[in-house]
């Protein structure tokens, strides 16, 4: 009976972490292609020790220009940037820097899929939301308005991913639910 | 008249930076959105000193896993490898990691265009060639065939990239052959 005890609880392993997790069963199971991007690093000083790999010995973080994650899904772009909050009311729009904003208008354009993943930590609770929503926020916000997007937005309007085993956190089902949607406004504008 | 003495000639420049400039600029103009992807670094030791940035102290270069190159272009996923050889005869087809390939296959599973920028840069030619003839000759050399995709091969069969000033590289034009080549074939398989 020791089975019925197993929890997908996630407590204490990072957004970040279980996104990986998720894209290596993507890979495998031939899903997708997505994989994080690496922190670009200004590099300094290299050592090339006789007999043995190059040691980096000085090197600096750069800020990403893009954002955290990119790849391929059934012929659609997907981009996308993961962030985490404490808070148990509303997601900061201070968390999104004005470049990464920048970069996912531009996919948009070239006609990517572009979206959040925002977990809010506390309440253990996982949404995926389209770039198109988070940009009206932000402009609100560069006019004056609320620098937050609320909770309960994200109830109602953002989709919901849940926890799971394997994958930890499936939020191609809600890219699946982006596409149709972006396929019925397509069709609607014609 | 000092004008018409200008030169495009690219003697002495990488494919990297060519392709890195050529990115900038497609960028700017709105055309596509490409990067390359940052050399994947092993971090051991960071130092944070007092009122300044985080040094890195001790780090490896890993071998990456995938592509120099990917991003998407009017709605397509795109990913490349660049590569240089010296050669005036053939491509060694040992400059491809065995990762590469796999990367590029699972890329075209999910219908993104994967494809190679090779560069002859004692002949100062550049071609693009589609992952899937590569894929060919990589197949037939596993089977005991010849190591190397010949010069010729590239002559008659790749569609060969001519150097300018803006954009360098103007790879673009070769990826919307590739683009309307692959639409023919789908078609004609229907
Ligand atoms: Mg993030
Ligand atoms: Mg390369």
Redesign the interface.
Known sequence: TKKKEVSYSNRGKSLEDDLNETNVFY?QQ?L??I?K?????QIVKVDYPARS?????????RTPS?TDY????????I?FEAKETDSKTSFPLKNIHPHQME?MK??L????ISFFIVRFSTLQRNFVVLYEIVERFYENMKNGGRKSIPFTFFETEAIEIHEGYLPRLDYLKAVDVLIADKAVCESEEK
């Open positions: 890979l031939k997708a292609i994989h991007k690496p922190v670009p690093i790999a190059a040691v980096i010995r000085e090197a600096y973080f893009t990119n790849g391929v899904y059934n012929g659609y772009y981009d970069h531009s996919v354009h070239q006609r990517g």
